[in-house]
């Protein structure tokens, strides 16, 4: 089983540029979350997505937009990206809409903003 | 504010040499805490689920506890595949779709 899959795995953009990064899994979660992973800090959340057509904005949701195209799939865009973007972005989903659920985790996109 | 803890930020161990991981909190109140192993490369994976002050739980080498501030994460005759980044993190009452993370410990097992 596939189960989170994320592309690109590793991404160089010049500030200022955009780009979109992918997940899709193939669980049948109701659930989809974007996360951001930087050196000392915890991951945090950007967005997160309790059910297809929904979307809600995390802890850090500033300079990216999401789309959860379908029950499988839930996209992160950067619009204009910054050098403070530059960190490893994860994906993850669970089976329910929230609440005490393990977080499935996809294997990350390493992103630097130069 | 909530705040999630993590000592020591890294630890290396013999082989063979148990020792404890710490995960203090500081929230109001406790929906569930969460411990998950992450790998260089790879998206972090679960471990345990906590719920309630005196709870525990095992996998293998592991064992997760919970008092009303703190987590440990004992770790008994470690071998050298056990080195990874252990995270922690705690749901709150009324973030049912957000987890707070800690910055997690970095265990090296030594053959």
């Known amino acids: 089983n596939a189960g989170v899959t994320q592309t690109p795995k590793f991404q160089v953009l010049k500030t200022g540029q955009s780009m979109t990064l992918q997940c899709a899994q193939d669980?049948?979660?109701?659930?989809m979350y974007w996360y951001r992973q930087d050196p000392g800090m915890g991951l945090r959340l950007i967005y997160y997505?309790?059910?297809?057509?929904?979307?809600d904005k995390g802890e850090v949701p500033n300079g990216y937009n999401v789309s959860r195209l379908n029950k499988r799939e839930f996209s992160l865009r950067l619009e204009s990206a910054a050098p403070s973007q530059t960190s490893v972005y994860f994906c993850?989903?669970?089976?329910?809409?929230?609440?005490?659920?393990?977080?499935?985790f996809g294997s990350g996109t390493q992103l630097s903003v130069l | 504010e909530d705040q999630v803890t993590q000592s020591p930020e890294a630890l290396r161990l013999q082989e063979g040499e148990s020792s404890s991981l710490n995960c203090s909190y500081t929230?109001?109140?406790?929906?569930?805490l969460f411990w998950y192993r992450q790998d260089p490369g790879k998206g972090p994976e679960f471990l345990f689920t906590?719920?309630?002050a005196g709870e525990e739980k095992e996998k293998e080498r592991l064992k997760a506890t919970l008092t009303k501030k703190e987590s440990f994460l004992h770790i008994t005759a470690p071998k050298p595949e056990d080195s990874a980044t252990y995270l922690c993190?705690?749901?709150?009452?009324?973030?049912?779709?957000?987890?707070?993370f800690g910055s997690g410990t970095q265990l090296t097992v030594l053959p």
């Open positions: 993850a989903s669970i089976p329910g809409r929230g609440g005490n659920e393990k977080l499935f």
């Open positions: 997505s309790a059910s297809e057509g929904t979307t």
């Open positions: 669980m049948n979660h109701n659930s």
């Open positions: 929230v109001s109140g406790l929906r569930g």
């Open positions: 906590l719920y309630s």
């Open positions: 993190a705690v749901q709150v009452p009324g973030s049912a779709r957000q987890l707070t």
